[in-house]
């Protein structure tokens, strides 16, 4: 099977190496865990490192928000944009939108930039958009089979709620071919953040939590999480 990798050395290794080619992958957690951080350097790293265009759609900030964060942790978007090697697109704000809208946006504009790495951001903020659970169902399996066509790599990330269990709406995990799980936990008077690949399809990948920290530069580092009691 051939692999897409993060460029992340820690996260690949899990995953034989990167995430299958053509799959579509949930990155699923907390809010302010570092999913927008990890699908970025999924985006630069595609682009810098791999020579492969990637699409960032942007539904929960606006484009200009998101290149401003990640060029605090040292990453130009803007420069990959000028190199036409990265996409940002930021979805219109409408107060209804149908499926057929969201599906046509989003791969309209990744067959026109030839986008082989594609990340949506989130597809929770479709939630508001679309009122049933069966459209959001219907998107995402829509969204995975068209991009796949395209040849497309894409990671849908997911929010959720502090406290939850479950996974984002509950929806996308059937229908995904990998689910990477971030989260935020209070151990003793600090809080921890954690990643574990729930499920990968086609892979041997490893079950362990893993010791999440974003770092300037590097972006999200991972270290194995103490042995929990
Ligand atoms: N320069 C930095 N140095 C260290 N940590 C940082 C830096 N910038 C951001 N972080 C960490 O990354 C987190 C934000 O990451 P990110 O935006 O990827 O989270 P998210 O899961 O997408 O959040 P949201 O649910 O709000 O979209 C911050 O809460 C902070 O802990
Ligand atoms: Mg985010």
């Known amino acids: 099977m ?4 993060f460029g992340i050395g820690e ?48 539904m929960s900030e606006t ?7 990640m060029a605090s942790l040292g990453w130009d978007f803007s420069k990959l ?19 057929e809208d969201v599906v046509s946006l ?15 951001d989130s597809v929770s903020a479709l939630n508001m ?16 089979r068209m991009l796949k066509n395209l040849g497309c790599t894409t990671i849908m990330v997911t929010e959720n709620p502090w406290g939850s269990k479950g996974i984002g709406l509950g929806v996308e995990e059937f229908v995904s071919d990998g689910i990477i799980i971030m989260e935020s936990v209070v ?9 574990m690949i729930l499920k990968m399809r086609g892979t041997n990948h490893d079950t362990r939590y893993y010791r999440l920290h974003v770092n300037k ?11 929990i009691r």
Do not use: W
Request: hydrophobic share 45%; aromatic share 6%.
């Open 2 to 5: 051939e692999r897409v990798p």
């Open 11 to 58: 996260l690949d290794s899990l995953i034989e190496g990167g995430v299958p080619r053509g799959g579509l992958i949930i990155v699923a957690g907390n809010a302010g865990v570092g999913k927008t951080i990890l699908s970025a350097q999924f985006i630069y790293n595609g682009a810098s490192q791999y020579g492969e265009k990637g699409l960032y759609i942007c």
């Open 63 to 69: 484009g200009e928000h998101f290149k401003a964060g």
């Open 81 to 99: 944009e000028e190199k036409s090697m990265v996409k940002i697109v930021e979805f219109p704000t409408m107060a209804k939108i149908g499926v």
């Open 106 to 120: 989003i791969v309209d504009e990744a067959r026109k930039f030839k986008a082989e790495r594609v990340v949506v």
């Open 129 to 144: 958009a679309l009122s049933r659970k069966s459209e959001v169902r219907a998107v995402v399996n829509l969204l995975a």
């Open 187 to 195: 151990v003793g008077n600090r809080l921890d953040k954690r990643l």
């Open 217 to 227: 530069g590097s972006g999200i580092v991972l270290d194995l999480y103490p042995e």
